[in-house]
């Protein structure tokens, strides 16, 4: 819902104290009916969009997601970029999850791809833009941002594609990597050598005696292969018994993750929700610098791109905050809704615990330039045609 103040109206004469007071007491109340009318309708999308991530982060299986990507290299970044609309994560949640992925086999270029596109194509932002743009070309506004996240995500990802992970990755998360390589490795090594021995020499297992074919089926376990694998299991059956909530736990579980990301993505909201109603009610207003910037055919998207980086709002709810900005183009709106989910404060820390600097740097670039020129060529072809 935008929100016209009217504060702009300039004061001459003996007005007095007491309509300075007046003045004063209607700039706050716009500011309120601003902040309420924004944080209202955004909220609720928050709150969809944490339980929907809490519960993916307690219920989805490990490998889930490899199950439906194809073998084909750049086919899996395609069809990557297309998993939020099943698995929709904002980008508070998504970076976390890419860590736990990429640790357990899923392709870095994918990982990245499905962390760029997740909080964009995805049905939560898809109805909360619809929303929020309702009487502003919601329908145009709601799928050019869902196309272009989608085609700037899978570029990134088939360019990573090309690129050795080791100038992705961090260097330990690179090492957690290769350690499982270098022991499967060895194991089967390991494997090769007795089944050579085995072959060649059936006495030399010594202590193995009679009990032979039984150490056989335990594989490699060694000659006391049974109580091995019982001990294991029961190991591993204790910690499952443990850290393995089922039933009410998983959804006490999924809820409290859903509540944790609640107040977490809601605290970045309502700070992004002050400055925008201090924006539209205090600064906006007969601001002539401003109209000179929002006319301006480049320095409008690179403007909003920089307040989506500093605001670091929540892809499920920034719509409503750029829906406000009367004074900017279509193009310059678009581009805000899409830099700001791959690339803004909270991100630039979160994407250190997993990616090399460098690689952000690049990456943060690549992205400010090539949304840029793809909104400014949008808006003449699209938005201006209509």
């Known amino acids: 819902m935008a929100v016209h103040a009217g504060v702009g109206h300039r004061l001459t004469g003996g007005t007095g104290r007491a309509l300075l007071c007046a003045m004063s007491a209607d700039s706050q109340q ?57 698995f929709p994560v904002c980008e508070c949640a998504v970076v976390p999850v890419i860590r736990r992925l990429v640790k357990k086999g899923l392709p870095v270029s994918c990982a990245l791809t499905y ?100 150490d056989h089926d335990h594989d490699h376990h060694g000659c006391c292969g ?33 509540m944790k990301d609640f107040v977490d993505v ?31 055919t480049v320095g409008a998207p690179a403007a909003l791109m920089v307040l989506a980086f500093v605001l670091s709002l929540c892809s499920t709810s920034d719509a409503f905050i750029a829906a406000t900005l009367d004074k900017f183009s279509w193009g310059a709106k678009l581009a805000f809704l899409t830099f700001g989910p791959m690339m803004d404060v909270k991100l630039l820390f979160l994407y250190q615990t997993v990616m090399r600097k460098r690689f952000i740097g690049a990456l943060a670039i690549g992205l400010f ?5 793809i909104t400014i060529f949008w808006q003449q072809l699209v938005f201006d045609a209509k």
């Open 266 to 296: 809601g605290v970045y909201f309502s700070i992004g929700v002050s400055i925008t109603a201090l924006f539209n009610t205090g600064i906006a207003p007969g601001a002539e610098w401003l109209d000179g910037l929002a006319g301006s």
């Open 30 to 86: 716009d500011f309120a009916l601003a902040f309420l009318s924004i944080l209202f309708e955004g909220a609720p999308f928050i709150l969809l969009g944490t339980l929907i991530s809490g519960f993916i982060d307690i219920y989805l299986p490990a490998g889930t997601m490899d199950r439906f990507l194809p073998k084909n290299r750049n086919l899996a970044v395609v069809v990557a970029g297309l998993l939020g609309a099943v």
């Open 369 to 373: 330039l090539a949304i840029g020129s």
């Open 226 to 258: 049974h109580d091995h694998d019982h001990d294991h299991d029961h190991g591993h059956d204790h910690g499952h018994h443990h850290h393995a909530p089922s039933g009410d736990g998983k959804l006490v579980a999924a809820f409290r993750s859903a």
């Open 115 to 214: 962390m760029l596109a997740a909080p964009i194509v995805n049905p939560i932002t898809a109805l909360s833009t619809w929303k929020a743009f309702q009487g502003q070309n919601a329908a145009m506004m709601t799928s050019s941002r869902m196309l272009l996240g989608f085609l700037i995500a899978v570029a990134v990802g088939l360019i990573v594609s090309r690129i050795s992970i080791t100038a992705v990755l961090k260097p330990k998360l690179v090492e957690s990597l290769e350690e499982p390589e270098k022991a499967s490795s060895h194991a089967h090594h390991h494997d090769h050598d007795h089944d050579h021995d085995h072959d060649h020499d059936h006495d030399h297992h010594g202590c193995c005696g009679h009990d032979h074919d039984h």
